[in-house]
């Protein structure tokens, strides 16, 4: 019961109201296995009779709680559920019973001696905690399709294991099966509790994580959609055919952006290249003798973020391309090796300052992060001293 204290105490992933549950339930029953464990070595009557008193007590504490508990967990008030009435009645007769117990003999009793005797009315004390049990039990199994699987084994095994117990501790004097039942029940029952809730906890990341990748993936600059269709328009009365060439490209970029809006997995890279393709092509009229693109791209065999070559790129156009510098030069090359996939985007740039926390940074930090999440992937940066960025991405190819 300490150790259940203790994981219940440092636990991170459990919400409040669990965690003052479990650490209800546990106090409680290290106050009855202390009272159970002192009544074993008692040697005065008079405390033997006290700290059975509150053996049984601490014990019967426990069962209104789990009622509780299986009514929270079904998202019930426990306030206005009959059940939890039925339950504290139960409990209030084998309380009046239990303080009885100390001014008569017919339930039980200690001799002078110490020595501890079963009254004729023995049987009655246990009628009540066997009752409340069914009660919980039959209830459990009316709700149990509003419960996922992990929450009805829990609370089942808590139910049924010291009902067992009980049941045959009443046929065999002498065996302190009860301890030990709810004892193992309560354990039980916190690894079951606990592993619904860590899986709980992994789907609500996953989620996040989902969330995320949508909102990274929607950062489509609008300037360059204003300035693409403004291209398109000079392009209409100079150059039919090639304005014709450019809607073609910019319609692949719009269809693949929206397309890797939608996606919420990993996608073939060559679905990538072909939206980076379409981009540099659109960028490409709009800079003509600015902007020169090689691709060395022989391996497309691997999955990747949406997302994740096209703003590589379409960063080192915004922040390489500048009217009083050399036209820009991007490489974009793929490699193949024994772990996994390596894709390299150099460019000619005015390079890249790590200290720096601008809008680049913040947009190269992104897609690390997408990577990191969705594929365990990573992201480098290198500058050169005076221009030039390479960023390269590594695929794992698990």
């Known amino acids: 019961m300490l150790i259940g204290l203790l994981f219940t105490a440092v636990n991170r992933v459990m919400d409040r109201k669990n965690k003052i549950f479990f650490l209800s339930m546990f106090s409680v029953l290290f106050l009855y296995i202390t009272s159970d464990f002192i009544n074993q070595l008692s040697q005065n009557y008079v405390l033997s009779q006290a700290t059975l008193f509150f053996d049984s007590f ?88 509003d419960l996922n699987r992990k929450q009805f084994a829990a609370l089942l095994a808590y139910f049924l294991l010291p009902m067992i117990a009980m049941v045959l501790q009443i046929c065999f004097y002498g065996l302190y099966l009860i301890v030990f039942g709810t004892s193992l029940a309560a354990m039980i029952m916190l690894s079951f509790i606990v592993w619904d809730l860590m899986e709980q906890y992994m789907h609500q990341r996953e989620e996040i994580m989902r969330q995320r990748s949508r909102i990274m993936v929607l950062e489509m600059r609008p300037h360059f959609i204003f300035n693409t269709l403004t291209s398109i328009y000079y392009l209409s009365v100079q150059d039919a055919a090639k304005a014709q060439q450019v809607i073609l490209d910019f319609t692949t970029y719009l269809r693949r952006n929206f397309d890797a809006i939608a996606k919420e997995r990993m996608i073939p890279f060559s679905s990538e290249l072909e939206h980076t393709r379409a981009y540099l092509a659109v960028e490409q009229v709009r800079f003509e003798d600015k902007l020169f693109v090689e691709f060395d791209a022989p391996h497309t065999d691997f999955q990747i973020p949406p997302l994740t070559l096209q703003p590589i790129v379409e960063n080192a156009v915004k922040h390489g391309i500048d009217p009083e510098l050399d036209s820009l030069n991007i490489t974009v090359q793929t490699r193949k090796t024994d772990s996994g996939s390596r894709i390299i985007v150099k460019d000619s740039g005015p390079g890249f300052k790590p200290s720096d926390n601008d809008e680049p940074h913040i947009a190269l930090d992104n897609i690390r992060k997408r990577l990191e999440l969705m594929c365990r992937g990573t992201l480098t940066i290198s500058s050169g001293e005076e221009s030039g960025t390479t960023v390269e991405i590594f695929i794992p190819a698990e």
């Open 58 to 145: 601490f014990s019967s504490v426990l069962m209104p709680m789990l009622t509780w508990y299986m009514l929270f967990l079904l998202g019930l008030d426990w306030r206005k559920s009959p059940v939890f009435r039925i339950v504290m009645l139960l409990w209030t007769i084998y309380f009046i019973l239990l303080i009885s117990t100390q001014f008569t003999t017919a339930i039980y009793y200690y001799t002078p001696d110490n020595v501890y005797h079963r009254g004729p009315l023995y049987p009655l004390l246990l009628v009540s905690p066997i009752l409340i049990m069914l009660v919980n039990q039959f209830y459990l199994i009316r709700r149990k399709d």
